[in-house]
């Protein structure tokens, strides 16, 4: 689509590798949903939350927000990789300092 000059958005995006499969196809829009990130995480304790860091059922609770540490991370490789063809736009923005 992207090739005919139509726009396109993927939306609901959950983890980085999504992203980074959108942004390889040449989506215009990568738009990650922060806040129904963050509540999936609060009603599914126990769970792996990052690869690379610890499991919340180890003891250790980040104060880190899943959500934003995404966003972070997704930005990120866009802005490396893909800044001329592919934008981040985060949706459900929650609270304040969510936007900030």
């Known amino acids: 689509l992207e090739a005919k000059g139509i726009t396109t958005q993927v939306y609901l995006v959950f983890s980085l590798i999504q ?43 980040t104060s880190e927000d899943p959500g934003i540490v995404l966003l972070q991370h997704i930005f990120t490789y866009v802005k490396k990789y893909h800044h001329d063809t592919t934008k981040v736009m985060a949706s459900g923005i929650r609270t304040k300092d969510d936007a900030l």
């Open 19 to 61: 992203a980074v499969a959108a942004a390889q196809a040449g989506v215009s829009v990568i738009q990650p949903n922060v806040g129904r990130l963050r509540e999936c995480f609060l009603k599914f304790p126990n769970v792996i939350r990052d690869p690379h860091g610890p499991r919340q059922d180890a003891g250790f609770i």
